[in-house]
C-alpha cells in the first residue's frame, strides 16, 4: 500500500529535513530548538511562549517536556496572535492545531513508516514510545492516528 501523506506531515518531514534529522534518535528537542534558533528556558510553570521565549515546564518528566515542546513550536512556527486577546473559539482551535501537530512533529509518519511494529499491539505501543521518547498515551494516538489513515486509504483504494 502507497501511504499518501498530508500536508502537515510533507512541512514536517521538510523542516527535519532541513535541519538535518532523519531518525528517531535524533529528536532531541534541545538540538532541535537550537538548529531552529529559538531560545528555550525550563522554568517552574506551565509550558508557553513568552517575549520570544519558549518555556518548558521543569516539573514535568523527559517525555512530558518533548511533548509539550512540540506543542509549543507549533504556536511559534505556525500561529500569529496573542491567546490572551483572540476569540474563544480561534484559541480551541490553534489549541486543537497545536497538539495535533505534536503527535506528529514528536512520532514523525516518515520515521513511524520504518518502524517494524510488534505481534501485539502493547508491545507496539511500547516500541513508539521507547523509541520516539514519549509517554505510553501518546505514542497509542499516534497509532491510532496512523492505523486510521491507513484504513481510510485502503477503503477509498477499494471504491
Same mark, same amino acid.
Given at each position: 500500500?502507497?501511504?499518501?501523506? %498530508?500536508? /502537515?506531515?510533507?512541512?514536517?518531514?521538510?523542516?527535519?529535513?532541513?535541519?538535518?534529522?532523519?531518525?528517531?534518535?535524533? /529528536?532531541?528537542?534541545?538540538?532541535?530548538?537550537?538548529? $531552529?534558533?529559538?531560545?528555550?528556558?525550563?522554568?517552574?510553570?506551565?509550558?508557553?511562549?513568552?517575549?520570544?521565549?519558549?518555556?518548558?515546564?521543569?516539573? $514535568?518528566?523527559?517525555?512530558?517536556?518533548?511533548?509539550?515542546?512540540?506543542?509549543?513550536?507549533?504556536?511559534?512556527?505556525?500561529?500569529?496572535?496573542?491567546? $490572551?486577546?483572540?476569540?474563544?473559539?480561534?484559541?480551541? $482551535?490553534?489549541?486543537?492545531?497545536?497538539?495535533?501537530?505534536?503527535?506528529?512533529?514528536?512520532?514523525?509518519?516518515?520515521?513511524?513508516?520504518?518502524?517494524?511494529?510488534?505481534?501485539?499491539?502493547?508491545?507496539?505501543?511500547?516500541?513508539?514510545?521507547?523509541?520516539?521518547?514519549?509517554?505510553?498515551?501518546?505514542?497509542?494516538?499516534? /497509532?491510532?492516528i496512523y492505523e486510521n489513515k491507513i484504513l481510510s486509504q485502503?477503503?477509498? %483504494?477499494?471504491?
Amino acid at each position: 500500500m502507497n501511504y499518501q501523506t %498530508s500536508l /502537515l506531515e510533507d512541512w514536517i518531514y521538510q523542516l527535519y529535513k532541513q535541519i538535518g534529522i532523519s531518525s528517531p534518535g535524533q /529528536l532531541d528537542f534541545q538540538v532541535i530548538a537550537d538548529r $531552529l534558533e529559538v531560545q528555550l528556558e525550563f522554568w517552574e510553570v506551565s509550558s508557553r511562549l513568552y517575549n520570544r521565549k519558549l518555556i518548558i515546564d521543569s516539573r $514535568l518528566t523527559p517525555q512530558e517536556q518533548w511533548q509539550e515542546f512540540a506543542h509549543e513550536i507549533c504556536h511559534k512556527l505556525r500561529h500569529y496572535g496573542n491567546h $490572551l486577546t483572540m476569540p474563544e473559539m480561534f484559541l480551541e $482551535l490553534q489549541e486543537f492545531q497545536a497538539n495535533h501537530f505534536a503527535l506528529h512533529f514528536c512520532v514523525p509518519t516518515f520515521m513511524l513508516k520504518n518502524l517494524n511494529f510488534q505481534k501485539s499491539r502493547k508491545e507496539t505501543i511500547y516500541l513508539i514510545a521507547v523509541t520516539f521518547n514519549v509517554t505510553y498515551a501518546f505514542a497509542e494516538k499516534r /497509532l491510532v492516528i496512523y492505523e486510521n489513515k491507513i484504513l481510510s486509504q485502503k477503503c477509498l %483504494s477499494n471504491v
